[in-house]
């Protein structure tokens, strides 16, 4: 059932798990999130990068918020890290009703100006906004930043910046990194601690691929209610077709992508063991349950 972002987040937060969003390119990827969160009985997000919007466009949006809709547990659908005011209304025109305005890239009072203006814009569409202040490192989707470039998320800014911009969750950068860690993950605790007890949104961290089981639960326990996962479930795909069926010379189109499915499908299964969000789907409201218990 397509469900609100901001309700999927609220209620693994008081529930103490987290939400696994997917960044999905095509209908294999969208078919391995629903068929694995149906699986799990969890409740899920499919996401869209900017790289993705510009290759499958309005169509990939569409099966998107179809698969969502069908899906017999709560999922939503979200723009991932646009940095183009463009895009973002493409994806508002286009129904998506949660994105994230990424301002990271530019200057602080660029981010907070470039944010509220998005934020704004959504709210207008009844949308919900993610946000990121501080810079992750690493690579994904050809887009590289490099370790230098890379800033941990400062608490006062974090304050400042969810007050004056009116965002509904925050991405935070405490030593996470976009694609594979080149070497031990070391994430601040303590800096989150500190970020979770001064604003009262959800908090979001990306780079989730590699991360091991001690600080995602570390991380959930300290606040994070939305993990971003791409990297490992892409090089599931991957390796199927270097690999497996697909790479025989006889070998039949679908059964090759029954098989990238199930591939990518168990490493979602997986994450959604690691964010505790197995059997969980019970606990979510659809919108329209929501709106009759008001009533």
């Known amino acids: 059932m397509l469900t ?15 939400i696994g969003a997917f960044n999905v390119y095509n209908l294999e990827g969208v078919k391995a999130v629903v068929q694995a969160a149906e699986a799990a009985s969890s409740p899920s997000m499919l996401q869209i990068h900017p790289s993705a919007l510009k290759y ?54 660029k981010n907070l100006e470039f944010t509220r203006a998005m ?33 941990m998320t400062d608490p006062d800014q974090a304050v400042e910046f969810v007050h004056e911009t009116g965002v509904d969750s925050l991405a935070v950068t405490i030593g996470n990194v976009h694609g594979k860690y080149q070497s031990e993950p070391r994430l601040d605790f303590n800096r989150l601690e500190t970020i979770r007890r001064r604003i009262n949104i959800p908090l979001v961290l990306h780079g989730a691929s590699g991360l091991p089981a001690s600080m995602i639960s570390q991380s959930i326990e300290r606040g994070v209610s939305k993990f971003n996962v791409n990297t490992e479930v892409r090089q599931a795909y991957m390796q199927i077709l270097k690999t497996g069926a697909c790479n025989l010379p006889d070998s039949d189109l679908l059964e090759c992508m029954d098989d990238v499915i199930d591939a990518m499908k168990q490493v979602i299964m997986g994450k959604f063991d690691l964010f505790g969000s197995t059997n969980k789907a019970h606990l979510h409201q659809s919108p329209y349950m929501a709106a009759s218990s008001r009533s």
């Open 4 to 18: 609100s972002t901001q309700e999927l987040l609220e209620t693994a937060s008081r529930n103490i798990y987290a």
């Open 56 to 109: 499958g466009g309005s169509a990939l949006m569409a099966l998107c918020l179809e698969a969502a809709d069908k899906a017999l547990v709560p999922m939503s659908v979200h723009l991932d890290h646009s940095t183009s005011s463009d895009a973002i209304q493409m994806g508002l025109a286009g129904g998506l009703r949660s994105i994230m305005a990424d301002g990271s890239p530019f200057p602080y009072e």
């Open 119 to 151: 934020t704004e814009l959504a709210h207008s569409y009844g949308a919900v906004v993610e946000a990121e202040i501080g810079r992750i490192s690493g690579t994904e989707d050809g887009l590289t930043i490099a370790e230098k470039e890379a800033k």
